[in-house]
């Protein structure tokens, strides 16, 4: 069974600083391009990152200067470095990718910005 498991969630202060890591399993397939998204409480999914298998990325202009996306594809992993958190970050972060041209969505993971 393919899963995308997302890690490195937690409470931080504002200013802090977070890595995200996304891993995919029960696949033979690399992730290929991959993105992380948002969820805020009362609020729609967002779309925060994406980066392709090569390595090209881009941001929500919201995290543009604070937020990486990069990938181990030896490890079949997507992060995500958090810098200078603010509290409107608060949010569930999901990865999305495609392995195997299947799309799939990762659990979640909760990132508290608060002091």
């Known amino acids: 069974q393919v899963q995308l498991v997302e890690s490195g969630g937690g409470l931080v202060q504002p200013g802090g600083s977070l890595r995200l890591s996304c891993a995919a399993s029960?696949?033979?397939?690399?992730?290929?391009?991959a993105g992380w998204y948002r969820q805020a409480p009362g609020k729609q999914r967002e779309l925060v990152a994406v980066?392709?298998?090569?390595?090209?990325?881009n941001y929500a202009d919201s995290v543009k200067g604070r937020f990486t996306i990069s990938r181990a594809n030896a490890k079949n992993t997507v992060y995500l470095q958090m810098n200078s958190l603010k509290p409107e970050d608060t949010a569930v972060y999901y990865c999305?990718?495609?392995?195997?041209?299947?799309?799939?969505w990762g659990k979640g993971t909760l990132v508290t910005v608060s002091s």
């Open positions: 029960g696949t033979i397939f690399p992730i290929n391009a």
């Open positions: 999305n990718a495609s392995p195997g041209g299947v799309n799939y």
């Open positions: 980066i392709s298998r090569g390595g090209s990325s």
